[in-house]
């Protein structure tokens, strides 16, 4: 029962470094979704990908950049870290549009 | 409106209803759901409804929905300590694709003894 697996947990950055963010899912799902969560906010869609090859920017997409080469695997990755990317990082996927979303546990990010 | 709203905070005693209201931003919604996060964890999807009902009950969760407001409203009978979370509501609206949620702010749910 893995579902949505995100690696790390946690991770704490110098400004101007770079990471990726991994996402896996074993459901076969089409969907793949990237948020970021601030204290006190909802969600704010990063990246998206409705199937292997193809990736599309959501609300704020600056600052990161998405590949999708499987149907398991979308990673997030942030090329120049800075303090304003200090966020809960959620990956998510569907099996198509407007389906219910199922969430990974989420990666603390800390840019300092 | 522009943005998904909700209460930021409700606090409930334990054995009361709770009850978290919404309001959303697109009448042509054609789902509608409502995720929990408790400390520390990922959204875990509660419910849902579809835009064609008004009222769907899944055991002590009952979601009404006024399409004609555009409010959404989450009831949860009996409520206990475990209930206590961040509950968000979402929509996925026609524009923009139809294939990407938005969230709401989320209400934070204190459950007292």
């Known amino acids: 029962n893995a579902g949505v697996t995100q690696t790390p947990k946690f991770r704490i950055l110098k400004i101007g470094q770079s990471m990726t963010l991994q996402c896996t899912q074993d459901?076969?799902?089409?969907?793949m979704y990237w948020y970021r969560q601030d204290p006190g906010m909802g969600l704010k869609l990063i990246y998206y990908?409705?199937?292997?090859?193809?990736?599309d920017k959501g609300e704020v997409p600056n600052g990161y950049n998405v590949s999708r080469s499987t149907t398991e695997d979308f990673p997030l990755r942030l090329e120049l870290a800075a303090p304003s990317q200090t966020s809960v990082y959620f990956c998510?996927?569907?099996?198509?549009?407007?389906?219910?979303?199922?969430f990974g546990d989420g990666t603390r990010l800390s840019i300092l | 409106g522009e943005d998904v709203e909700q209460s930021l905070f409700l606090s409930v005693r334990e054995g009361d209803s709770s009850v978290i209201n919404c309001t959303y931003t697109?009448?042509?919604?054609?789902?509608l759901y409502w995720y929990k996060q408790e400390p520390g964890a990922g959204l875990q999807l509660l419910t849902y409804?579809?835009?064609?009902?008004d009222m769907k009950q899944d055991q002590r969760l009952t979601v009404l929905l006024n399409k004609k407001d555009k409010h959404l409203s989450l009831r949860i009978a009996d409520t206990q300590t475990g209930d206590s979370a961040i509950y968000f509501c979402?929509?996925?609206?026609?524009?923009?694709?139809?294939?990407?949620?938005?969230f709401g702010t989320g209400t934070q749910l204190k459950v007292e003894l």
């Open positions: 979402a929509e996925i609206p026609p524009r923009g694709g139809g294939n990407k949620l938005t």
């Open positions: 409804i579809f835009s064609n009902m």
């Open positions: 998510a996927s569907s099996p198509e549009a407007a389906m219910p979303q199922h």
């Open positions: 697109d009448s042509s919604s054609t789902y």
């Open positions: 459901m076969n799902h089409n969907y």
């Open positions: 990908s409705v199937g292997a090859g193809i990736t």
